[in-house]
């Protein structure tokens, strides 16, 4: 993601202010010559981030699909809030009971998809 944010504040002529705005969960626009771009961090979008050409209310207007309450990192997890975003950051040492039945249930799910791909390689093995 760190190169994406790199890509977008290059792009764009973006502030070291405005990429740390973005980062603590803030959606942004800018006016450039070819129209207005808002932005934010996105989990379920490509690479990360949020682009779409037009104001905050056409960015909040964008098909994007129900996220989960829970988005897991690798040490913590993002909890989302009303407004369908992740501002809420719990480290893994504080999760509470839902956080952690969550993350099991999670774990199972990717451990089973990992266990069927292996199953598929070895029957398309002769």
Do not use: H
């Given at each position: 993601m760190e190169n994406n944010l790199a890509t977008l504040q290059s792009e764009l002529e973006l502030s070291n202010e405005q990429v740390a705005q973005m980062c603590t969960g803030n959606v942004l626009s800018v006016d450039k010559q070819e129209g207005t771009f808002t932005f934010g961090l996105d989990f379920l979008a490509?690479?990360?981030?949020?682009?779409?050409?037009?104001?905050?209310?056409?960015?909040?207007?964008?098909?994007?699909?129900?996220?989960?309450?829970?988005?897991?990192?690798?040490?913590?997890?993002?909890?989302?809030?009303?407004?369908?975003?992740f501002k809420d950051y719990v480290p893994e040492d504080d999760y509470t009971e839902k956080c952690s039945v969550s993350s099991t249930i999670l774990e199972m799910r990717m451990y089973r998809r990992k266990n069927r791909n292996e199953e598929v390689c070895i029957d398309n093995n002769p």
């Open positions: 490509d690479g990360g981030i949020k682009v779409v050409s037009g104001d905050r209310e056409q960015y909040d207007n964008a098909a994007s699909q129900e996220l989960p309450t829970f988005n897991f990192g690798i040490y913590g997890c993002w909890i989302k809030d009303d407004d369908n975003s």
